[in-house]
T-cell receptor, first 113, second 111 residues
Framework: DAGVTQSPTHLIKTRGQQVTLRCSPK?????VSWYQQALGQGPQFIFQYYEEEERQRGNFPDRFSGHQFPNYSSELNVNALLLGDSALYLCASSFGGSAYEQYFGPGTRLTVT | EDKVVQSPLSLVVHEGDTVTLNCSYEVTNFRSLLWYKQEKKAPTFLFMLTSSGIEKKSGRLSSILDKKELFSILNITATQTGDSAVYLCAVEFGNTGKLIFGQGTTLQVKP
């Protein structure tokens, strides 16, 4: 049983560029949440997708957007990248929008130069 | 503003020691408190606590929640070098699945 998978593992982008990160949830899960973890900090909630809709959103600008597909996989898009967007981006999946048994993926390390 | 604060931020102990990690929170619409262990990238789930005073145990790890004083502790007894990691505390906001994390406690266990 595959757990939560994310791609790519690492990514280097230039300021002003756009990036798309991908997440496949654990089998049986229908909810995907995205978190940004800066170095030395705890993860910060970006948003959650359930039933292909953004259900919850944290304090992130509109440059951060997402999508959930019918197979429950999800994408995180970040436009007009800033140096401060450099972080580990974690995807977590669960069932029915709950935090119970929320499994995290290995993350995508984004570096903006 | 909702917040979760962990202490200490870092800790160095020797194998066999017992450690206590603290987590305090100010979150409106509290639903549950979760502990995670993060070794390299993906945080792995340890405990989920919803009721005060009920200790959860898993091997050498245990945790308890005090909803009156708004804090939780995570205890690790007979520490091993494999316990070295960042321990994250998170509070679930309402019945939403949205987690508010603390900044983490970095634990280093020396042989």
């Amino acid at each position: 049983d595959a757990g939560v998978t994310q791609s790519p593992t690492h990514l280097i982008k230039t300021r002003g560029q756009q990036v798309t990160l991908r997440c496949s949830p654990k089998s049986g899960h229908d909810t995907v949440s995205w978190y940004q973890q800066a170095l030395g900090q705890g993860p910060q909630f970006i948003f959650q997708y359930y039933e292909e809709e953004e259900r919850q959103r944290g304090n992130f600008p509109d440059r951060f957007s997402g999508h959930q597909f019918p197979n429950y996989s999800s994408e995180l898009n970040v436009n007009a990248l800033l140096l401060g967007d450099s972080a580990l981006y974690l995807c977590a999946s669960s069932f029915g929008g709950s935090a119970y048994e929320q499994y995290f993926g290995p993350g995508t390390r984004l570096t903006v130069t | 503003e909702d917040k979760v604060v962990q202490s200490p931020l870092s800790l160095v102990v020797h194998e066999g020691d017992t450690v206590t990690l603290n987590c305090s929170y100010e979150v409106t619409n509290f639903r549950s408190l979760l502990w995670y262990k993060q070794e390299k990238k993906a945080p792995t789930f340890l405990f989920m606590l919803t009721s005060s005073g009920i200790e959860k145990k898993s091997g050498r790890l245990s945790s308890i929640l005090d909803k009156k004083e708004l804090f939780s502790i995570l205890n690790i007894t007979a520490t091993q070098t494999g316990d070295s990691a960042v321990y994250l505390c998170a509070v679930e906001f309402g019945n939403t699945g949205k987690l508010i994390f603390g900044q983490g406690t970095t634990l280093q266990v020396k042989p």
